[in-house]
């Protein structure tokens, strides 16, 4: 290979990239620009390319050693190379990471916030690594806390097995003051000391009650005998954990707990109108994958606070945190007229969690609640069901109101999807200021909802079916569903109801014209017409399971609409 010199000018690495642009160069070509220089006998191309061939797709993964094996790279290059792939890749894992960083006490109380009003004290420890992301969250004793009976080898030890870099201690008061002991102090300060020998950082002892916290933060902080530097920090321990003055500087508007979460479509109502989660149950595993895709990195909290759960009956009510609403699309197969019809006497025990609510409710007694049902609820069993679900939570002393409302005259969403939303508040005041909203012009179409570009793979335009459909799907503004045998046309410009079962085989599909042929809706266009965001992330699961979470889905837009009237009710 000729020497860069001998080369035109304009195909050298360097001059290529400043008029073309990264995008017209090869990995060879910007490594080469890298590396800088070749060495005697081997040009800088050529030693980029026995890198680039080299290691290929292990290049992230690449070690200083590694590169000391490609002759013509020494020590100096190794290390140029090696730091700027390692640059590349932090930066990547700070946008991309799903870690929990904690940066300050908030953090803090935040994970440790179930265990404010227990009766007995509980010691936990907060595993760290080099940047305070949470590698662990564990438990280590439960009673009275003895500075005789917690030993530095209990903390360290398994610190030393997660390869903890930093740790912080939580211990509540169940008296309700936070205001340290003498065995807080002693047992902060014989940590502190065992830390410094094991060179792993406290970084806080905090004490959380009902009346407030405390933090050893500061006490810490200036302590002089904890002035080391952790493995792979670049400065003071403490730098990077910064505390707050109260924990109530940003609290969000008001705290709810999303019951049966299917796929967030409360969690994102309630957090658009300044909302936080503190709790969510889901069963289905497919349904917690989408939640977590879209909700772990704006609520990290949530899910490394415990706070995600699965069976809703194997939850006991005490060790839900405070919350100021309950939303809850309890299942609605039981109660749906496309459904089983059965009801409270559902054999599969879905009709039962009602139950799970009222006693939830019962424990928490939260300011007010939603409740999301099919419609048919209001008439199943000749009224029998409904009755029973005001009677029991009005026994809770709850007032009730319902309505059924439509997504397409209340929502600004265009789906003709009635469902009844039974609203309860805890306070007579507020109870008598709410009222549902009023009807909204439908300003939206289905056009509004659909994609310009979709997968070949959704049209039928060379599949059996399509002889079937040509025939009768002729509007471009209409969404039809095809009925297993027949083609029914709904009304223009609306989509049909939505249902959990559109995409398991065969059964009301969405089926709409456009202008490269018949196809039925996507999954995204499923999400557009239940008003989810555009950056709403489907998860790599099956077709027919987004289907069927959409399809059990609410109407954010509408929802968002009635929970801003129980706010205003309220006057929070």
Not at 144 to 167: C, G, T, V, Y
Not at 537 to 542: D, E, G, R, S, V
Request: charged letters at 25%; one cysteine or more; glycine letters at 6%.
């Amino acid at each position: 290979m000729p020497k860069i010199k001998d080369i035109p000018k304009v195909d050298r690495p360097r001059e290529k990239l400043l008029k073309k642009g990264s995008n017209a160069l090869s990995k060879t070509d910007l490594l080469a620009i890298l590396l800088g220089s070749g060495i005697k006998g081997i040009n800088v191309q050529t030693l980029a390319k026995t890198i680039i061939t080299k290691f290929n797709k292990d290049f992230l993964n690449i070690t200083i050693d590694d590169l000391l094996t490609v002759k013509g790279i020494g020590q100096a290059k190794a290390l140029q190379v090696y730091s700027a792939v390692a640059l590349i890749k932090r930066f990547y894992q700070e946008q991309n990471s799903t870690d929990l960083i904690i940066k300050n006490v908030q953090n803090v109380l935040t994970l440790a916030f179930n265990i404010r009003d227990k009766k007995k004290e509980h010691l936990i420890c907060l595993h760290l690594d080099s940047r305070n992301a949470l590698i662990k969250k564990e438990t280590l004793s439960i009673g009275l806390l003895d500075k005789s009976l917690i030993h530095p080898r209990e903390i360290f030890s398994s610190a030393l097995e997660n390869k903890a870099a930093n740790i912080i201690l939580i211990h509540n008061h169940p008296s309700g003051d936070p205001t340290p002991s003498r065995q807080d102090k002693q047992v902060a300060k014989n940590i502190g000391k065992a830390g410094q020998i094991m060179g792993i950082a406290l970084l806080d002892f905090v004490i959380i009650a009902k009346n407030g916290h405390n933090s050893f933060y500061q006490e810490l902080k200036h302590n002089k005998t904890i002035g080391y530097v952790g493995d792979g920090f670049q400065m003071g321990i403490f730098d990077q954990f910064e505390t707050k003055k109260s924990i109530y500087k940003n609290e969000p508007k008001f705290t709810f707990i999303d019951l049966f979460a299917g796929i967030g479509g409360f969690h994102l109502a309630a957090s658009n109108l300044g909302g936080k989660c503190v709790f969510a149950s889901e069963f289905d595993e497919n349904a917690r994958k989408t939640y977590q895709a879209n909700f772990l990195k704006h609520n990290k909290d949530l899910f490394y606070s415990g706070n995600f759960a699965g069976d809703i009956t194997k939850v006991d009510e005490k060790d839900i945190p405070n919350f100021d609403f309950l939303f809850a699309g309890f299942p609605c197969q039981p109660f749906s007229v496309a459904g089983y019809r059965q009801g409270f006497k559902d054999k599969g025990g879905r009709g039962n969690l009602f139950f799970d609510i009222v006693r939830i409710l019962k424990e928490k007694k939260p300011k007010a609640f939603i409740l999301e049902n099919v419609k048919n609820l209001k008439t199943h069993d000749k009224g029998k069901t409904i009755k029973v679900i005001y009677d029991e939570l009005q026994k809770l002393g709850y007032k009730i109101t319902d309505n059924v409302l439509n997504a397409m005259e209340y929502g600004n969403t265009p789906q003709n999807r009635e469902r009844i939303f039974i609203v309860g508040f805890l306070e007579q005041k507020a109870f008598n200021k709410f009222s549902f909203p009023n009807k909204t012009k439908l300003k939206k179409t289905i056009h509004s909802c659909l994609d310009k570009i979709v997968d070949e793979k959704y049209y039928y335009n060379n599949k059996p079916l399509y002889k079937k459909l040509k025939n009768d799907v002729v509007k471009k503004d209409t969404i039809y569903q095809w009925r297993r045998k027949y083609v029914r046309e709904n009304k223009s410009n609306v989509c049909p109801t939505l249902t959990a079962n559109m995409g398991m085989g065969g059964h009301n599909v969405p089926i709409i014209l456009d202008d490269q042929g018949i196809r039925k809706l996507t999954p995204k266009e499923c999400a557009n017409f239940q008003g989810y965001p555009k950056k709403y992330i489907l998860p790599n699961i099956t077709d027919s399971n987004l289907y069927k979470q959409f399809g059990n889905s609410i109407c954010i837009p509408l929802v968002e609409r009635v929970t801003n009237n129980i706010i205003l009710a309220l006057e929070i």
